[in-house]
């Protein structure tokens, strides 16, 4: 019998199967030489196969509100995160259950 992944849920604190979860991930994006400055993107990754840092959430848009209010995205990502993501994130949510 296989072992089946668990992972916690950045809203609610609860541990669910991986494959229940969606996972959000930060990938750096190539940058510039000349600038000290990297570049990350961050979006939902609805296949669990994107490179990169990574954090899941539940499907309940209230998990989602109540991760992005306590700034656990922020947190788990090591990044901030422009408002604008977050909507984009949100609606790609939703459009996904």
Known sequence: MRKIPMRKCLGCGEMFPQRELVRVV???????PESAEEHYEISL???????GRGAYICKKSACFAMAK????????????????IFEKMQQELMDSE
């Open 26 to 32: 930060k990938t750096k994006l190539k940058s510039d």
């Open 45 to 51: 990754d609805l296949t669990g196969k994107k490179a």
């Open 69 to 84: 209010k306590a700034k656990r995205f922020q947190r788990a990502l090591s990044c901030e995160i422009p408002e604008e």
